[in-house]
């Protein structure tokens, strides 16, 4: 509003509001017998209160101390923090009407504006509030107490620990398995860390650059992995012992064996197919026997090893098929013993 529109709006106001006392002036101009000067008088402060509204607005208008769009393009990161305090204080004045999706929220403007540290205080409660199963929020925290700073043992053991919770909820959570395998190369246990990153390229979640990227990691660790893989492991293999009920299998009926990570469905790391099988048998499954590429059987910390009889050979499961699985950890020992179960 220019100042000139501001004049002729307190003119027009000061006018509408004397307007009552001058028709009562000009009818009953005996009766009120108010003079010239009184009716000056009034007029000059009408048009006075008026014109102080209007320099009250227009100062308003300038040097208001909040103005959302203004600020946002100056300093987006701090009109966030801004709004996320903002937030924070109603919740916690009122604690109890506060629920998961706020502090969530609240979690996200933090993080937007850079503080991660509150961002991670919001994430906690969010978290206690769901009981810890949250696998995304669970995640979330533990990322932003790694990106608050520099990260003491007791922040690391949350970290851990959110990763625990996330992995339990969700075993195949590609931001889990994105945590799990940060910590693990943090630790130094890089064929560990392939296996949770092979998950994470698995679930084709990354931007394409990203995913492109880290399909490039994965070979360079695979190779590093195959080039430490020791000499008395090459020809090492997982010693599986099958047992089942006695029956005779009719022709075309074949025994699979395979390897796979916990929680993992899809292609199994390796496979064996026997042909004709008579159980009990005795199966050996190599580095060899791999279907895709990756690091030695015998570098998993903890294995999944199945057995399935298909009466038709077929590599498809039946209904009516005998299977079973154990699992096993390969450092500790690389054998198995199932026995075939409907």
């Not at 395998?181 to 630790?187: E, S």
Request: charged residues 20%.
């Amino acid at each position: 509003m220019t100042g000139t529109n501001a004049v002729l709006l307190a003119l027009l106001v000061a006018a509408i509001a004397c307007l009552p006392l001058a028709v009562a002036y000009l009818r009953h101009r005996a009766a009120l017998r108010m003079s010239l000067p009184r009716l000056v008088l009034a007029l000059s402060v009408l048009f006075a209160i008026g014109l102080l509204s209007w320099m009250q607005y227009q100062w308003r208008e300038d040097e208001r101390t909040v103005n959302p769009l203004a600020e946002h393009a100056q300093n987006p990161a701090k009109a966030v923090g801004d709004l996320a305090e903002s937030l924070e204080y109603r919740l916690e004045r009122q604690p109890e009407q506060a629920t998961v999706e706020q502090w969530a929220l609240l979690a996200r403007s933090f993080e937007a504006s850079r503080n991660h540290v509150r961002a991670a205080g919001a994430y906690a409660q969010a978290n206690e509030m769901t009981g810890f199963r949250n696998p995304d929020l669970l995640v979330a925290e533990a990322q932003a107490r790694l990106r608050a700073g520099p990260v003491s043992p007791e922040t690391m053991m949350v970290v851990r620990e959110r990763a625990r919770q996330a992995m339990e909820v969700a075993p195949m959570h590609p931001g889990a398995h994105y945590l799990a395998g940060d910590l693990a190369l943090r630790d130094g246990a890089l064929a560990e860390a392939v296996a949770h990153f092979e998950v994470v390229y698995a679930a084709e979640v990354l931007a394409p650059s990203a995913q492109s990227a880290l399909q490039q990691r994965l070979q360079e660790w695979r190779a590093e992995i195959d080039g430490h893989v020791p000499a008395d492991l090459t020809d090492a293999a997982i010693a599986v012992q099958v047992d089942g009920p006695e029956s005779q299998w009719p022709e075309g009926a074949a025994l699979f064996v395979y390897a796979r990570r916990p929680g993992e469905t899809g292609m199994p790391l390796a496979a064996k197919r026997i042909a004709s099988p008579r159980l009990p048998a005795s199966v050996r499954l190599q580095d060899s026997d791999r279907l895709r590429e990756g690091p030695s059987l015998l570098s998993y910390d903890v294995l999944e090893i199945g057995a399935r009889l298909s009466a038709s050979g077929a590599v498809a499961a039946a209904s009516d098929d005998l299977s079973a699985v154990v699992r096993i950890e390969p450092p500790r020992g690389a054998s198995a013993t199932l026995r075939l179960r409907h």
